[in-house]
């Protein structure tokens, strides 16, 4: 088994069980996640953090992971009333993490959206390692602007390196293109 094989299998372990747990729970830790972001962000920068502070973290996170549902569940039944092999934006992530095309999918429809994610990547394997590295160089300046709580901002750093580092094109668009 090649390694990009183990990637598709270990990729479609977690979004299988994704889908398998209850939306109650992935609502909740959405929320939860949100509010210990912003009272962590707080913290690790030295403000204070009151009762009113813990508060307010936990209804925004409330609040972000109510609109993420509704935007899930408007573009869930969108999408239903399209023909199965259609390439909706779920049928396109599906196909690439499975490296297969639905199988009514009808290559008339498929190859503009695979063209278009073939550019989008395109643009992303260039601009991503710019964009976050420039967040990067901003997390250095802020952690030498404050330099009593540089914490969060060395996290967020090492984050945004990291991140800008880890992107680069997908191949899996190539492959499910030359399927057509």
Known sequence: MTSTEQDVKKKGFWVRALRR????????V???SYAVFLLGKD???????VLADVALAVLSGLALSAVIFRVNRWKSAREKKKPSGS????????AMSTRRLPDDAPAE??????????RADRVMAWIGPLLFGAF?????YLIIDNPEHPWFWILA??????????????????TLALKL
Do not use: H, Y
């Not at 990067?136 to 250095?140: A, D, E, L, S, Y």
């Open 21 to 28: 747990t209850p939306n109650w729970i992935i609502f909740l």
């Open 30 to 32: 959405i929320a939860v």
């Open 43 to 49: 913290l690790l920068t030295g403000e204070t953090v």
């Open 87 to 94: 390439p909706t934006q779920t049928n396109v992530e599906r």
């Open 109 to 118: 429809q498929w190859v503009p959206e695979l063209r278009k994610a073939i």
């Open 136 to 140: 990067g160089i901003m997390g250095i």
């Open 157 to 174: 750093t090492i984050f945004f390196f990291s991140v800008g580092a880890s992107t680069r094109p997908q191949v899996v668009i190539l």
